[in-house]
């Protein structure tokens, strides 16, 4: 669950309590938001365990520095929460608006690389 009780986060009702039912988006359960920026988020049963699918824009609906992206991930998921944007094979695109998708792994997952040699599992 995100750990947005201590920051400026809101929280406000979900396409999927307002009953909309649009594909990933409806099932929305979850939607936090601030004076920039508005997160969906819904969970996702893997064989990985629980992932939470989390899409984020800001109210001008522009870019998003990755600085930005980071800040927003640990305020409402955790400083050490692993989250990864995937840039999927042109055949599986879904480019409507401008909305940026991340997804939380489970707490006690590690990836199997990284950055440095010492942080692969």
């Not at 359960?29 to 990985?48: A, G, I, L, S």
């Not at 999927?88 to 040699?117: R, T």
Request: glycine share 4%.
């Amino acid at each position: 669950m995100p750990k947005a009780e201590n920051k400026p986060w809101k929280t406000a009702k979900s396409p999927k309590e307002l009953g909309i039912k649009n594909g990933w988006f409806g099932e929305m359960d979850r939607v936090y938001h601030n004076t920039k920026y508005t997160v969906m988020v819904r969970d996702v049963q893997t064989e990985w365990g629980i992932v939470q699918h989390a899409c984020m824009r800001n109210a001008p609906n522009t870019d998003i520095p990755w600085r930005e992206k980071q800040r927003i991930k640990n305020e409402l998921f955790g400083e050490e929460a692993i989250a990864i944007e995937v840039f999927p094979k042109v055949s599986e695109l879904v480019d409507e608006a401008n909305m940026y998708h991340f997804w939380v792994l489970p707490e006690d997952m590690v990836l199997p690389f990284g950055l440095n040699e010492e942080e692969t599992a």
